[in-house]
């Protein structure tokens, strides 16, 4: 084999609490995870020169060492002696540093792309170990599907898959430093913290409107205090007829479920027409 194609698909939070800030100052968590069919696409090719190339169709991200998909490749090639180099083209379709964990899925892809190229027959669970020193939500998008994440992100429990629905997706064009967001949390005061717990139940019961009706994201407290164009863009889905619309991780990008496609094709409509997101997608929950 020559050459593999991946998709790399994005992923939202249906919910996201801090549980605490411990005194490393790393941040426990409670998410729900869940990948949508947005994705990028990787093209990846050996090569008989040693080494790692990157081309990708847009301007904005790296293609040197400081690329999530060049830090996998040499973690893969090193560790298995692998002497050849290879070529990798990255379609990018996810928004960048929108909360959407576009360079964590580009990870998990050349993981699993590598692992298919040069036939290494690595379990997933051992590629999900390696995964971690990558990032922390690596493992969970070489997973997929939703999941419960805790600790920093690296422990995941598989749960039921929702029921399908109309999503709209859409990334204002600001920016928001994950690092920021946290920092300015002071996660071992809150007062308030979303019910993941209720939220798995509604997922159990197969109930996406009560879940979509529990749907929180601690860190809008930061993000959208700072930023009101989220609110507003939560609104306009929820005017358009969105059972609910919640940020994504740390943000900045805000999603609806809908449960007709009319009214998400309105809110998709009606975001782009305010300008309030140009980058704005409808798109379903993946397995
Ligand atoms: P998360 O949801 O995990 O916080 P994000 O969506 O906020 O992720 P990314 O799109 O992964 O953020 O990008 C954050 C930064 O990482 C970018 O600004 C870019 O410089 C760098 N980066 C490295 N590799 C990639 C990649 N393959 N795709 C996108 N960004 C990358």
New binding site residues.
Partial sequence: MQQVIRKARA?INLGLDVVKRREDGYHEVKMIMQTVDLYDELTICKTEQPGIQITTNVG???VNE????YKTAKLMLDKYSIQQGIAVH?K?V???????????T??AATFTGLNQLFDLKIPDEELMKMAVKI?A?VPYCIMGGTALSEGIGEILTPLPNPPQCHLVIAKPDIYVS?KYVYENLHANELKHHPDIDAMIESLRAKDLRKMSQQMENVLELVTASEYPIIEEIKDTMKKCGAWNALMS??GPTVFGIFDREEDANKAKELIAQKKLAKQVFISAFSN
């Fill in positions: 992923k904005d991200i790296p400081d690329n999530l998909i990255l990018k996810i928004p960048v540093a929108a909360g959407m964990a576009g360079g964590s580009d990870a990032g939500d994950t991780g740390s």
